[in-house]
């Protein structure tokens, strides 16, 4: 014990998620099962064009159906406060920014209703030319002041281009990724109730605090006037971390119909233009080494897209500026704004398509030096943050990657491609890629603990689970903070109502959540100890700020892991299986082993899914996604997935915070899709530098498949 970090007691056992039960029996209720009285049902109307304005709404015709209680449009919605996140203003203006965007809603008795009105709703639009076709060489592209998360747009050490021209091995290749779709099992949901000058909200939310500060914002509401209620949310992976437009109609419509709860799910299509997406990228990896296997220089450029009407500059490329030693060095990010919906993070932003790119390019260039990927890579080790001069917290790459070639049997490999077969005409091959994420910890928390006379402890803080465990993990930490067995606390999140907390964004949560409630339990324990043995009848209880960490100036603080894939390639057909998955991750202490692993394993087999499946599929003449439902737009499912073994590796680190933990939700996925690809590579010598790695893209001239 480093004496910094909490003894060790809850956390670290992999309890049940004491959710669980209420989850399976149905009694856990998600944002639009509240039950509510006599609710009324909301359905928005869509844009059928990319750019125009809007010339005129007919909408006598569903006004006119029994049981439709209102029709907002532009012409007669509620007025907007703040016109500073453009994504949020719909309904005040004519004009249309995108193919898709709500143009009018309808408010009616049941949903039925609601529906069927908003279908005989007719628009008359003026149609402006539009582009929503995201291209390397797009003439419009522009660097953006910073990425999202506040990083540097580009970044530059020593002197690349020159080292690039002198090295003796180099590698110059572009690799794309997909236009990728949140697609939560709970699509996005509202309740909203406007009654007696107060907003309820209840709302599947990454963070109820931020999403009542952006709501009072774009209608100038105090704070206190809105509540925001979201105790379980059913996926979120990003795409609820803001609000988007979907909160803002359904809030439109309950100013509109006042004393009466508005219910608003989007469909399935629906959500594939209204809950934000991540960016296609276009990446231009260069790398340049000397013959001993040394990396000398290291470029890596993006071009992906934005909105016209908002900006969201996705972080593709900072994954670069850390993971591997060389002394020139140099990344940008370029953005092209497209007549489209505004992107916005999404499962591992930045590291997931950028790992996928330098990763890929990694392998390409172990090959190219003779050398084997996992030795390449741990020859490639910086012994400091390669940008910042300054030491990691703790970086346990080189461990992942030795244990799990370990553990996959990677030893003996043979590296040549496309020469194992296995029966059925199946090309078999093996790749490795590195993960990464950052321990983010965000500010903007607070917490209150209450000893009750009972001796239990009232845990207050509006932190979220979506899905993820923050009910048991949270419970655990408060626990060992307290030193009191998991039974004596009863957890509350998930309510503006609580003390504030920072949303769960960028894997934060638990960093962020259990510093500011291990800082409370602390001040409570030496309030009690100061003044009362044992609470007193009124109980007593204490409150905290999460407290800033001073370390994080020192160190640069980083979750690492290594991902190995074996694949199978059809020779006839070029179809992809991936039988065996492996990950070695080191993210500090684990807080619940149990739901820890399943948030690895989920992550794996999005990387999967990334890698293998998931696509948007954008039809430019109209500017819309058109492969719009799950039966279209493909998600790994059990039977695309083989087995998926995850460990983690005992990591103690005093630094990152009194947990010792650093963020798993994202670090699963980052690496996998590489994983893949370099398999791929292995097993057919087809090097695809374009995802999601489909069929065809073995039999396309000159990288058909080898026989
Ligand atoms: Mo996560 S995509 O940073 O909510």
Redesign the pocket.
């Given at each position: 014990m480093d004496g910094k970090t909490l003894p060790v007691r809850a956390i670290g056992t992999p309890l049940d998620r004491f959710d669980g039960p209420a989850k399976v029996t149905g009694t856990a209720r998600y944002a639009f099962e509240h039950p509510v009285d006599r609710p009324v049902y909301l359905f928005g109307v869509q844009a059928t064009v990319a750019v125009g304005r809007i010339t005129a709404v007919h909408t006598e015709v569903a006004l006119a159906k029994p049981g439709v209680l209102a029709v907002l449009t532009h012409e007669n919605a509620p007025r907007v406060a703040s016109f500073d996140d453009p994504e949020l203003v719909i309904l005040q203006t004519p004009e249309v920014a995108y193919r898709g965007q709500f143009v009018a809603g309808v408010v009616a008795e049941t949903s039925e209703i609601a529906r069927l009105a908003a279908s005989m709703i007719r628009v008359d639009y003026e149609a402006g030319p539009h582009d929503v076709q995201l291209r390397a060489d797009h003439p419009d592209r522009y660097a953006p002041e910073v990425t999202n998360g506040g990083f540097a747009t580009d970044s530059v050490r020593g002197d690349p281009e020159a080292a690039l021209a002198d090295a003796a091995v180099r590698l110059d290749a572009t690799y794309t990724t997909a236009w990728y779709q949140h697609a939560q099992l709970e699509p996005h949901s509202t309740i909203a109730e406007w009654a007696d000058d107060r907003l309820t909200l209840h709302v599947g939310s990454?963070g109820v605090h931020r999403l009542r500060d952006s709501l009072a914002t774009l209608f100038g509401l105090d704070l206190e006037r809105i509540r925001a209620v979201s105790p379980h949310v059913g996926g979120?992976?990003?795409?609820?971390?803001h609000a988007h437009p979907d909160v803002v109609l359904a809030v439109l419509a309950a100013f509109a119909v006042p004393g009466r709860p508005v219910k608003l799910a989007l469909t399935r299509q629906q959500m594939f233009s209204q809950v934000g997406y991540r960016t296609p990228t276009v990446q231009r990896v260069r790398l340049g080494a000397g013959r001993d296997g040394r990396l000398v220089a290291i470029s890596h450029e993006v071009v992906q897209q934005t909105a016209r009407h908002k900006e969201f500059a996705e972080q593709t490329v900072t994954p670069t500026r850390v993971m591997y030693a060389a002394p020139n060095r140099s990344t940008t990010h370029r953005m092209v704004r497209l007549d489209v919906p505004v992107p916005?993070?999404?499962?591992?932003?930045g590291k997931a398509p950028g790992m996928y790119a330098l990763e890929s390019a990694m392998d390409e260039m172990a090959i190219a030096c003779g050398q084997d990927p996992v030795e390449f890579r741990i020859a490639n080790e910086p012994p400091l943050d390669p940008e910042l001069d300054r030491p990691f917290s703790t970086r346990n790459l080189v461990a992942c990657l030795r244990d799990g070639a370990r553990r996959f049997g990677w030893a003996g490999r043979d590296p040549t491609p496309g020469v194992r077969r296995a029966a059925g005409g199946w090309l078999v091959g093996t790749g490795v890629a590195a993960s990464m994420y950052p321990v983010y910890q965000l500010p903007g928390s607070s917490a209150t603990i209450r000893a009750e006379p009972d001796g239990r402890y009232v845990v207050s803080i509006g932190a979220a689970d979506?899905g993820t465990g923050t009910w048991t993990s949270l419970t655990q930490i408060a626990a060992d903070a307290l030193a009191v067995p998991v039974d004596r606390i009863v957890l509350r999140i998930g309510d503006t109502d609580l003390p504030a907390a920072m949303?769960?964004?960028?894997?934060?949560g638990m960093t962020s959540w259990g510093s500011t409630v291990v800082e409370a339990a602390r001040r409570l324990r030496a309030r009690m100890a100061a003044e009362h043995a044992d609470p007193p009848a009124h109980g007593i209880e204490a409150s905290a700020d999460m407290p800033a960490n001073p370390e994080r100036e020192r160190f640069s603080m980083y979750a690492f892991g290594a991902q190995f894939a074996e694949v199978r390639v059809h020779e006839a057909t070029g179809e992809v299986r991936v039988p065996r998955m492996l990950g070695v991750f080191a993210a500090g202490r684990i807080i619940n082993p149990k739901t820890g692993r399943s948030q690895l394993l989920g992550g794996m087999t999005m990387g999967l899914s990334m890698a293998l499946h998931e696509q948007c599929v954008l039809d430019p003449r109209f500017g819309h996604v058109v492969n719009q439902d799950l039966a279209e737009y493909h998600i790994a499912t059990n039977a695309d997935v083989g087995c998926v073994e995850v460990h983690t590796l005992v990591e103690e680190d005093p630094y990152v915070n009194p947990m010792g933990s650093k963020g798993i939700?994202?670090l699963g996925i980052v690496g996998t899709a590489a994983a893949i690809a370099n398999a791929v590579h292995h097993a057919t010598g087809v090097r695809v530098r374009d995802l999601p790695i489909t069929p065809d893209r073995f039999f396309s001239g000159a990288t058909a498949i080898r026989g």
């Open positions: 990454q979120a992976f990003g795409g609820k971390l916005t993070i999404m499962r591992a932003p979506l949303s769960a964004g960028g894997s934060s939700g994202e």
